[in-house]
């Protein structure tokens, strides 16, 4: 086939940021497809003229933003399945729902699925609460991913902590708030990869033991994207060693969570699980990261699926929604 991988451009020399492309279209060429890649920045005429030039028989999406937008996959999502084109991943319902972290919430709650209690604090509407919250509370973007926003002081143990944050993330990152209640245990990836009959993968436990003493144990941007940080030099990755049983729920909890969210081919859900072995789904995300050396393909590694069937599987999978 002839396959489009899309994905954003920076605007600084027009540089590819996602570290996936490549490595997705070595694995594609490799299963003998044509490549192309095709980066757009913020220009909605160069995107309809580029697909138009590369004629995919389908595109492999990559777009999690458009410009500084970061609701932009949704309108991208849109974009595609308005000019009919097949597409990787989530269709725009679902980027929605994965970007508006309190809808999200709700839906996981209608289904009985455990997610902490929070509060959702906008800039242009009303307060809006869902539990009864408690300190210490988590404070992030509703709908700004990659940790953006996030740092040492989103763990706030007061109201004045509480209300500094929520008008930082106003301010700074343009985005209402979402506090949440600080669940203080073992935190979980779980992928799920398919459709009707979706699987989860074994689930990648984030190890904190290389932070310091009384520093918190969460992911905030340096631990994410800062490689000279002791945030990110003090945590990693691993697969998770963890009992058959607790294992079967991680698997479960995240598979009720990748359909009420109505994800599509593939998804990674980040849990916590607190000391007294009660989970929460914290977040589901809709085609998530998808670099080689990621959580996602460690964990299908793990399941004993390699890099290349992987990419193969999730054009697999894309295909036979089309049919």
């Given at each position: 086939m002839n396959i489009t991988i899309l994905t954003y451009l920076e605007t600084d020399g027009g540089k590819v940021t996602d570290a996936s492309v490549e490595p997705?279209?070595?694995?594609?060429?490799?299963?003998?497809?044509?490549?192309?890649?095709?980066?757009?920045h913020a220009n909605v005429t160069e995107l309809i003229e580029g697909l138009a030039r590369c004629k995919p028989d389908l595109v492999f999406n990559l777009m999690e933003m458009f410009g500084k937008n970061w609701q932009g996959d949704v309108g991208v999502a849109g974009l595609l399945q308005l000019l009919g084109y097949r597409f990787t991943g989530g269709g725009p319902g679902e980027f929605y729902l994965r970007q508006d972290k309190g809808l999200a919430k709700k839906v996981l709650a209608?289904?009985?699925?455990?997610?902490?209690?929070f509060a959702v604090f906008s800039k242009n509407a009303g307060f809006e609460t869902g539990g009864n919250l408690r300190m210490p509370m988590f404070v992030k973007p509703l709908r700004a991913d990659s940790s953006q926003g996030i740092d040492a002081n989103s763990l706030v143990h007061s109201t004045s902590e509480l209300m500094k944050c929520v008008a930082m993330i106003h301010n700074k990152v343009n985005d209402?708030?979402?506090?949440?209640?600080?669940?203080?245990?073992?935190?979980?990836?779980v992928g799920v990869l398919g459709n009707v009959d979706a699987t989860a993968l074994p689930p990648i436990e984030m190890d904190f033991s290389g932070l310091k003493e009384g520093q918190p144990r969460f992911m905030d941007h340096k631990a994410k994207w800062v490689?000279?940080?002791?945030?990110?030099?003090?945590?990693k990755a691993v697969l998770a060693d963890v009992p058959g049983e607790l294992r079967a729920k991680l698997q479960k909890v995240?598979?009720?969570s990748y359909r009420a969210l109505r994800a599509r081919d593939y998804a990674r859900v980040d849990l916590r699980v607190a000391e007294t072995g009660d989970m929460y789904v914290l977040e589901v995300n809709s085609s998530c990261d998808l670099d080689p050396h990621g959580e996602f393909a460690m964990a299908a590694a793990a399941a004993g699926i390699d890099y290349t069937a992987l990419i193969k599987r999730i054009v697999e999978l894309a295909l036979e929604r089309y049919k």
């Open positions: 997705i279209a070595v694995a594609l060429r490799a299963l003998k497809h044509e490549v192309s890649i095709l980066g757009v209608f289904e009985k699925i455990a997610t902490p209690d209402s708030a979402l506090a949440e209640e600080y669940i203080d245990g073992r935190e979980f990836y490689k000279k940080s002791q945030a990110y030099k003090g945590t995240s598979l009720d």
